[in-house]
């Protein structure tokens, strides 16, 4: 299967920080979404991008699938960024998640 | 999403006991997905349903089963629990075509004694 490796594992910020985290997958895929786990344990979606650049807010992605890799830039951070930020890749719909980087935003 | 429920929220149960986790939604997508949640690891696929008449297994389908009671219903079972499955687990669906964004529940905290 596909392997998706995310870097850092864990980040610690100040608050009004920016950060990039990355996402490297080892094979081709048809889509990538980015998701923040937060600290109550809900999944929120962040992004669907399997390709190119989006932006929302003081968060954008991009994925160059070429190259299999996606990376997600917060901007500004805040004390609500903190949580779980997973990567999660597919191909024909069967999605494989990477483990996530765990984002603690000190104030 | 409210558009994905999960059902129920938090059980305990003990050793050797048999335990549904039920998820239905009102998005209208054929596909849906049982994932289980460990610390550190992700989430990690268990059983997943392109529609009513299709049940695939995933990367750890040991120890589960499901059923696809009908489009919007999907139900995960254990039948009979042991410890190493306790854990966070999510219920997910997806479009069928084009754009495959995925859409979570809100997730079941299971622990078994």
């Known amino acids: 299967g596909i392997q998706v490796e995310q870097s850092p594992p864990d980040l610690i910020l100040q608050e009004g920080a920016n950060s990039t985290l990355r996402c490297n997958f080892s094979?081709?895929?048809?889509?990538l979404q980015w998701f923040h786990q937060n600290p109550w344990g809900q999944l929120i979606n962040l992004f669907y991008?399997?390709?190119g650049t989006k932006q929302n807010g003081r968060l954008s992605a991009t994925t160059v699938a070429t190259e299999r890799y996606s990376l997600l830039y917060i901007s500004s951070s805040q004390t609500t960024d903190s949580g779980v930020y997973f990567c999660?890749?597919?191909?024909?719909?069967?999605?494989?998640f990477g483990r996530g980087t765990s984002l603690i935003v000190h104030p | 999403d409210a558009d994905v429920t999960q059902t129920p929220r938090n059980r305990i149960t003990k050793t050797g006991k048999r335990i549904m986790l039920e998820c239905s939604q009102t998005?209208?997508?054929?596909?849906m997905y049982w994932y289980r949640q460990d610390p550190g690891l992700g989430l990690r696929l268990i059983y997943y349903?392109?529609?009513?008449?299709?049940?695939n297994k995933g990367e750890i389908s040991d120890g589960y089963s499901v059923s696809r009671q009908a489009q919007a219903k999907f139900s995960l079972s254990l039948e009979s629990a042991i410890p190493n499955q306790t854990a966070l687990y999510f219920c997910?669906?997806?479009?069928?075509?084009?754009?495959?964004?995925?859409?979570f529940g809100p997730g079941t905290r299971l622990t078994v004694l």
């Open positions: 997910a669906t997806r479009e069928g075509t084009g754009k495959a964004t995925q859409y």
């Open positions: 349903s392109f529609d009513v008449k299709d049940i």
């Open positions: 991008i399997p390709s």
């Open positions: 998005k209208g997508h054929d596909r």
């Open positions: 999660a890749v597919a191909r024909s719909y069967i999605p494989t």
């Open positions: 094979d081709s895929v048809n889509n």
